[in-house]
């Protein structure tokens, strides 16, 4: 069956840098748009990025363009999301998101905060 499990969240200073990975398997990620959103305490989840089928196209929200970087390892069937020059309000957890014939799979998120 669809799974996918995040990995990479942590603790780390406002200017550090992580690196999300999204672990697929019962699908292959290069078939599917594969997205990765966020939802910080209090506040709806929103989208972060996301990376559609085939040439890898990819689209980014206004607050982390120029920032955060999503990928694609098709070897390892995996999604990446680079995030650099991260601040507090990048805190969330963070989760990736695939729709497959029209239903929405989801991981069990990972914990990103961005604190001193």
């Known amino acids: 069956q669809v799974q996918l499990v995040e990995t990479g969240g942590g603790l780390v200073q406002p200017g550090g840098s992580l690196r999300l990975s999204c672990g697929a398997s019962?699908?292959?990620?290069?078939?599917?748009?594969m997205i990765w959103y966020r939802q910080a305490a209090g506040k709806e989840r929103e989208l972060v990025a996301s990376?559609?089928?085939?040439?890898?196209?990819?689209n980014y929200a206004d607050s982390v363009k120029g920032r955060f970087t999503i990928s694609r390892d098709d070897a390892r069937n995996t999604v990446y999301l680079q995030m650099n020059s991260l601040k507090p309000e990048d805190t969330a957890v963070y989760y990736c998101?695939?729709?497959?014939?029209?239903?929405?799979?989801w991981g069990q998120g990972t914990q990103v905060t961005v604190s001193s």
């Open positions: 990376i559609i089928t085939g040439l890898g196209r990819t």
């Open positions: 019962g699908f292959t990620v290069s078939d599917w748009t």
């Open positions: 998101n695939t729709r497959i014939l029209f239903r929405d799979y």
